[in-house]
């Protein structure tokens, strides 16, 4: 699993790896919805926490990004949902430190 840190003060995005195989080839995700959010480290994010991210250009495999916004000192998880036809995935995808 990822980690990444930045200070309070920072605003930057924040990039995250998205994939699925399917027969042992990758599935191209950007078709749906990316949105990602950062919750408090342990706690399980609702749908309402999630918040509209972007597509990176590229792949397999597939990239998204958002910007942090400023956030407290603290250690949050990283996750990513992705709503293709009738799947909801949500990922635990990665750590973020903010010191």
């Not at 342990?42 to 910007?67: K, S």
Request: charged content about 20%; some cysteine; aromatic content about 8%.
């Amino acid at each position: 699993m990822d980690s990444q840190e930045i200070s309070s003060t920072s605003n930057q995005f924040i990039r995250a790896e998205v994939s699925a195989r399917v027969s042992g080839g990758f599935e191209n995700v950007t078709v749906g919805a990316a949105t990602m959010c950062f919750k408090v480290a342990g706690t399980t994010p609702g749908t309402g926490d999630f918040v509209a991210a972007a597509w990176e250009a590229g792949g397999p495999p597939y990239h998204m990004r958002r910007l942090s916004g400023l956030l407290a000192a603290g250690r949050y998880d990283i996750w990513t949902r992705v709503v293709l036809g009738t799947e909801d995935v949500r990922t635990k995808v990665g750590v973020l430190v903010v010191t």
